[in-house]
């Protein structure tokens, strides 16, 4: 379900921007704000109409609205059904308000690991030249001074992003989500790479029918990757890690940094191309590509299919392992007894010896 909703978001974002690059290519910049209006609007005014939310519902005590919320959404479901799911709210409920942290809580020893994980999986979902791309696909293309229109190009482009975004929950069901978030490291770095190439070609004077395609190439390449799986899976791998205490204030800080690094490297972008050159600019977004996948490989467990718990032994075991060597450095050996027959020393490099107490009795 996880995954079905995360490529139902994917796809949503993909149709946004695709039927920007398309409008924009019809209707002058003014028509397309005013169609840019219509789903905002619609979105504000549907909401009246939408019905509260039935843990909101449950919290406040209002149990009878709370069933009559569940059963339009459920449909016609047993009572018994719906006075199990109203129970299971009741728990979570009760069960959060006991574990409700403060701010205090992000700075624990116990969420650094996580708390950093954060921050480098969001900013890294970029640092890979994500935004710059969306952001300047068409400029991108004129820049090349490739012979492909680059309207319908950048159109193109983002038409390949829809498609990809419907096999989303099918690939996170089969691979899960560190895989694919590798693989999109990966490939999206590749194609950078080669999207910097030819623009350091194209200055050198060099034209070739091939190189000329090569940016429209590197682009559907990158985005087609990219789609696979740092587009989306980032922020998913991000909202399961948090535990519940600092889940509401961590997911905040973490949107805010997701945000502000689009932002900085959109207004960047212009500046870097002057100060390095557009080829070299694109080599750095590659040279992050390949940073991410390494961080991921190293530090991000895989969360698909786990459950919370599961979730939060998985990103605690390394911080257990150093606190368990901390505790054994202050001793040199361990004494084990075993039903006072057997003392087994073990030492901190992991090596023991046994022997048999009753034979020295």
């Given amino acids: 379900m996880r995954g079905l909703l995360n490529g139902l978001n994917l796809v949503t974002r993909s149709s946004t921007i695709l039927f920007q690059y398309v409008a924009g290519n019809l209707v002058n910049y003014f028509t397309l704000i005013e169609l840019s209006c219509i789903v905002p609007i619609l979105y504000f005014l549907l909401m009246f109409w939408m019905p509260e939310s039935p843990y909101f519902l449950i919290a406040k005590g209002k149990k009878d609205e709370a069933i009559k919320v569940l059963t339009w959404f459920r449909g016609e479901v047993p009572p018994n059904v719906l006075e199990k799911e109203i129970k299971e709210i009741k728990d979570y409920i009760e069960k959060s308000s006991s574990q409700k942290g403060s701010f205090k809580d992000l700075f624990k020893k116990e969420h650094y690991r996580i708390i950093l994980i954060m921050f480098g999986m969001l900013a890294f979902s970029q640092l890979i030249g994500v935004t710059v791309v969306l952001f300047f696909l068409k400029s991108i293309f004129?820049?090349?001074?490739?012979?492909?229109?680059?309207?319908?190009?950048?159109?193109?482009?983002?038409?390949?992003?829809?498609?990809?975004?419907?096999?989303?929950?099918?690939?996170?069901?089969?691979?899960?989500?560190?895989?694919?978030?590798?693989?999109?490291?990966?490939?999206?770095?590749?194609?950078?790479?080669?999207?910097?190439?030819?623009?350091?070609?194209?200055?050198?004077?060099?034209?070739?029918?091939?190189?000329?395609?090569?940016?429209?190439?590197?682009?559907?390449?990158?985005?087609?990757?990219?789609?696979?799986?740092?587009?989306?899976?980032?922020?998913?791998?991000?909202?399961?890690?948090?535990?519940?205490?600092?889940?509401?204030?961590?997911?905040?800080?973490?949107?805010?940094?997701?945000?502000?690094?689009?932002?900085?490297?959109?207004?960047?972008?212009?500046?870097?191309?002057?100060?390095?050159?557009?080829?070299?600019?694109?080599?750095?977004?590659?040279?992050?590509?390949?940073?991410?996948?390494?961080?991921?490989?190293?530090?991000?467990?895989?969360?698909?299919?786990?459950?919370?718990?599961?979730?939060?032994?998985?990103?605690?075991?390394?911080?257990?392992?150093?606190?368990?060597?901390?505790?054994?450095?202050?001793?040199k050996t361990m004494v084990v007894c075993l039903k006072n027959q057997f003392e087994i020393n073990i030492g901190i490099d992991g090596t023991y010896t046994s022997k048999n107490v009753n034979e020295n009795a």
């Fill in 142 to 331: 004129e820049a090349s001074k490739s012979t492909v229109p680059s309207s319908w190009a950048s159109s193109l482009v983002c038409a390949l992003m829809l498609v990809v975004a419907f096999f989303i929950p099918t690939i996170s069901k089969l691979f899960g989500y560190k895989k694919p978030m590798i693989l999109s490291s990966v490939g999206s770095g590749v194609s950078l790479a080669a999207l910097g190439g030819s623009f350091f070609l194209f200055d050198q004077g060099i034209q070739t029918p091939f190189l000329n395609y090569t940016p429209l190439i590197s682009l559907v390449v990158y985005i087609i990757f990219l789609s696979l799986g740092m587009l989306s899976f980032p922020w998913m791998v991000v909202s399961e890690m948090l535990p519940s205490t600092i889940k509401a204030r961590a997911s905040s800080i973490a949107t805010s940094v997701g945000f502000l690094t689009a932002f900085l490297s959109s207004v960047t972008f212009s500046s870097l191309i002057e100060s390095l050159g557009i080829d070299v600019s694109f080599w750095l977004y590659s040279v992050f590509c390949f940073a991410s996948a390494m961080f991921i490989y190293v530090f991000i467990p895989e969360t698909s299919g786990l459950s919370l718990n599961e979730i939060q032994d998985a990103i605690k075991l390394p911080q257990k392992i150093n606190n368990d060597k901390e505790v054994n450095s202050n001793k």
